[in-house]
Protein backbone atom coordinates (compact mmCIF):
# COMPACT_ATOMS: atom_id res chain seq x y z
CA UNK A 1 0.00 0.00 0.00
CA UNK A 2 1.35 3.56 -1.12
CA UNK A 3 -0.41 6.69 0.53
CA UNK A 4 0.23 9.72 -0.93
CA UNK A 5 -0.65 13.34 1.03
CA UNK A 6 -0.68 16.61 -0.57
CA UNK A 7 -2.50 19.84 0.01
CA UNK A 8 -0.86 21.47 2.90
CA UNK A 9 0.26 24.78 2.74
CA UNK A 10 0.41 28.35 4.70
CA UNK A 11 -2.96 30.33 5.46
CA UNK A 12 -3.73 32.85 8.15
CA UNK A 13 -6.50 32.01 10.84
CA UNK A 14 -9.69 32.11 9.93
CA UNK A 15 -8.74 30.50 6.19
CA UNK A 16 -9.06 27.02 4.58
CA UNK A 17 -7.52 24.31 3.56
CA UNK A 18 -8.29 20.91 1.85
CA UNK A 19 -5.85 18.02 2.12
CA UNK A 20 -5.83 14.79 -0.15
CA UNK A 21 -4.25 11.48 0.14
CA UNK A 22 -4.29 8.91 -2.97
CA UNK A 23 -4.17 5.19 -2.21
CA UNK A 24 -2.65 2.81 -4.44
CA UNK A 25 -1.46 -1.22 -4.41
CA UNK A 26 -4.76 -2.50 -2.85
CA UNK A 27 -8.09 -2.53 -3.04
CA UNK A 28 -8.86 0.65 -1.41
CA UNK A 29 -12.65 -0.07 -0.04
CA UNK A 30 -11.13 -2.56 2.10
CA UNK A 31 -9.71 -0.07 4.41
CA UNK A 32 -10.23 2.32 7.08
CA UNK A 33 -8.86 5.82 6.45
CA UNK A 34 -7.62 8.72 8.67
CA UNK A 35 -6.26 11.80 9.68
CA UNK A 36 -3.30 12.02 12.35
CA UNK A 37 -1.03 15.15 12.86
CA UNK A 38 2.00 15.69 14.77
CA UNK A 39 3.94 18.85 16.30
CA UNK A 40 7.62 18.69 16.93
CA UNK A 41 7.73 17.31 20.28
CA UNK A 42 4.61 15.93 20.53
CA UNK A 43 2.95 12.60 19.80
CA UNK A 44 0.92 11.86 16.76
CA UNK A 45 -2.53 12.78 17.58
CA UNK A 46 -5.92 11.34 15.76
CA UNK A 47 -7.88 14.29 13.93
CA UNK A 48 -10.53 12.61 11.89
CA UNK A 49 -11.43 8.95 10.87
CA UNK A 50 -13.69 7.56 8.12
CA UNK A 51 -14.95 3.87 7.77
CA UNK A 52 -14.15 1.87 4.47
CA UNK A 53 -17.82 2.53 3.08
CA UNK A 54 -17.85 6.25 4.15
CA UNK A 55 -20.88 5.61 6.14
CA UNK A 56 -19.44 6.43 9.85
CA UNK A 57 -16.82 9.04 10.22
CA UNK A 58 -14.99 10.59 13.48
CA UNK A 59 -13.66 13.92 14.70
CA UNK A 60 -11.61 14.89 17.72
CA UNK A 61 -12.72 17.45 19.68
CA UNK A 62 -10.31 19.73 18.49
CA UNK A 63 -11.62 20.13 15.02
CA UNK A 64 -15.18 18.72 15.58
CA UNK A 65 -17.21 21.21 13.52
CA UNK A 66 -14.66 22.43 11.25
CA UNK A 67 -13.13 20.06 9.58
CA UNK A 68 -14.76 17.39 7.42
CA UNK A 69 -13.16 14.02 6.27
CA UNK A 70 -14.93 12.23 3.40
CA UNK A 71 -13.32 9.91 0.66
CA UNK A 72 -14.03 8.15 -2.52
CA UNK A 73 -14.04 4.69 -3.41
CA UNK A 74 -13.92 5.39 -7.55
CA UNK A 75 -11.21 7.56 -7.17
CA UNK A 76 -9.31 6.03 -4.35
CA UNK A 77 -8.82 9.27 -2.14
CA UNK A 78 -9.46 10.72 1.03
CA UNK A 79 -9.76 14.12 1.44
CA UNK A 80 -9.67 15.99 4.94
CA UNK A 81 -11.36 19.87 4.71
CA UNK A 82 -10.42 22.00 7.18
CA UNK A 83 -12.00 25.29 8.01
CA UNK A 84 -11.76 28.43 10.28
CA UNK A 85 -8.38 27.15 10.63
CA UNK A 86 -6.58 28.36 14.09
CA UNK A 87 -2.91 28.27 14.60
CA UNK A 88 -2.73 25.13 16.79
CA UNK A 89 -3.76 23.30 14.19
CA UNK A 90 0.07 23.87 12.82
CA UNK A 91 1.24 20.27 12.46
CA UNK A 92 2.80 17.94 9.94
CA UNK A 93 -1.07 16.46 8.78
CA UNK A 94 -0.46 12.26 8.00
CA UNK A 95 -2.96 9.90 6.26
CA UNK A 96 -2.83 6.65 7.46
CA UNK A 97 -4.74 3.20 6.35
CA UNK A 98 -6.04 0.04 7.91
CA UNK A 99 -7.95 -2.75 7.50
CA UNK A 100 -8.27 -4.32 10.71
CA UNK A 101 -11.30 -2.68 11.43
CA UNK A 102 -12.70 -1.66 8.18
CA UNK A 103 -16.24 -0.99 9.57
CA UNK A 104 -15.20 1.13 12.64
CA UNK A 105 -13.50 4.39 12.90
CA UNK A 106 -10.15 3.34 14.54
CA UNK A 107 -8.19 6.42 16.66
CA UNK A 108 -5.19 4.97 17.88
CA UNK A 109 -1.91 5.18 15.90
CA UNK A 110 -1.05 1.63 17.06
CA UNK A 111 -4.12 0.70 14.62
CA UNK A 112 -2.69 1.59 11.40
CA UNK A 113 0.08 -0.15 9.72
CA UNK A 114 0.11 2.14 6.56
CA UNK A 115 1.24 5.72 6.78
CA UNK A 116 1.61 8.06 4.20
CA UNK A 117 4.64 10.70 3.82
CA UNK A 118 2.71 13.97 5.81
CA UNK A 119 1.87 17.50 4.63
CA UNK A 120 2.76 20.15 6.52
CA UNK A 121 0.03 22.66 7.43
CA UNK A 122 0.82 26.45 8.88
CA UNK A 123 -1.81 28.76 10.31
CA UNK A 124 -0.70 32.00 11.14
CA UNK A 125 -2.18 34.46 13.41
Known amino acids: VQLQASGGGLVQAGGSLRLSCTFS????????MAWFRQVPGKEREFVSG????????SYADSVKGRFTISRDNNLNSVNLQMNSLKPEDTAVYYC???????????????????WGQGTQVTVSS
Open 50 to 57: IIWSGAAT
Open 96 to 114: AASRRRPTLVLLSRSDYDH
Open 25 to 32: GRAFSGYG
